[in-house]
T-cell receptor
Framework: DGGITQSPKYLFRKEGQNVTLSCEQNLNHDAMYWYRQDPGQGLRLIYYSQIVNDFQKGDIAEGYSVSREKKESFPLTVTSAQKNPTAFYLC????????????FGDGTRLSIL | SQKIEQNSEALNIQEGKTATLTCNYTNYSPAYLQWYRQDPGRGPVFLLLIRENEKEKRKERLKVTFDTTLKQSLFHITASQPADSATYLCALDMAGGFKTIFGAGTRLFVKA
């Protein structure tokens, strides 16, 4: 079955540590997204990528970095510069033309040790 | 400022009744609007998409309306079941844009 796989399901970060969240899709979608979800707030866009080797900052990119070396993979690194990283992180993908729904993974919950 | 609002209070209804969830927005001119379902600890799952030139869209027990004058979408679940209990997210997309704007969601509880 096609879909998006996020790993790990739970992740703990120590002070000053960078951590990387994995996102893999086998839907052959060009566009991929990373969102952050906090209680009582809508999903907020961190980064998105329309095509391999290209990505753009979303609304809350500070303290995060991404890469898009392969079509199926879009890992997110939460750096030590992100002072409030505790949240539920969601990866999504969509196809062209636009006006297609986004397909989401089941998220990674990141907490601070 | 641009805002998308969904009722932050949970909606509690009896099984078999119709659930109606509201999505209001200001200072956006969306080309289309989407509704997603999200279960605890899971990612959102797409339900329905409605375009700006469509008034209503149906899928099985689900119905969505889109009023661009009122800047509002209503999401209805008829003959609701306890399995419909979840959080429902409204999302807006602008024409030609790559960014989808999500509401915070409304939690629905359906009692047997």
């Amino acid at each position: 079955d096609g879909g998006i796989t996020q790993s790990p399901k739970y992740l703990f970060r120590k002070e000053g540590q960078n951590v990387t969240l994995s996102c893999e899709q086998n839907l052959n979608h060009d566009a991929m997204y990373w969102y952050r979800q906090d209680p009582g707030q809508g999903l907020r866009l961190i980064y998105y990528s329309q095509i391999v080797n290209d990505f753009q900052k979303g609304d809350i990119a500070e303290g995060y970095s991404v890469s898009r070396e392969k079509k199926e993979s879009f890992p997110l690194t939460v750096t030590s510069a992100q002072k409030n990283p505790t949240a539920f992180y969601l990866c999504a993908s969509t196809d062209y033309p636009l006006e297609q729904p986004q397909h989401f993974g089941d998220g990674t919950r990141l907490s601070i040790l | 400022s641009q805002k998308i609002e969904q009722n932050s209070e949970a909606l509690n209804i009896q099984e078999g009744k119709t659930a109606t969830l509201t999505c209001n927005y200001t200072n956006y001119s969306p080309a289309y609007l989407q509704w997603y379902r999200q279960d605890p600890g899971r990612g959102p799952v797409f339900l329905l998409l409605i375009r700006e030139n469509e008034k209503e869209k149906r899928k099985e027990r689900l119905k969505v309306t889109f009023d661009t004058t009122l800047k509002q979408s209503l999401f209805h679940i008829t003959a609701s079941q306890p399995a419909d209990s979840a959080t429902y997210l409204c999302a807006l997309d602008m024409a030609g844009g790559f960014k989808t704007i999500f509401g915070a969601g409304t939690r629905l509880f359906v009692k047997a």
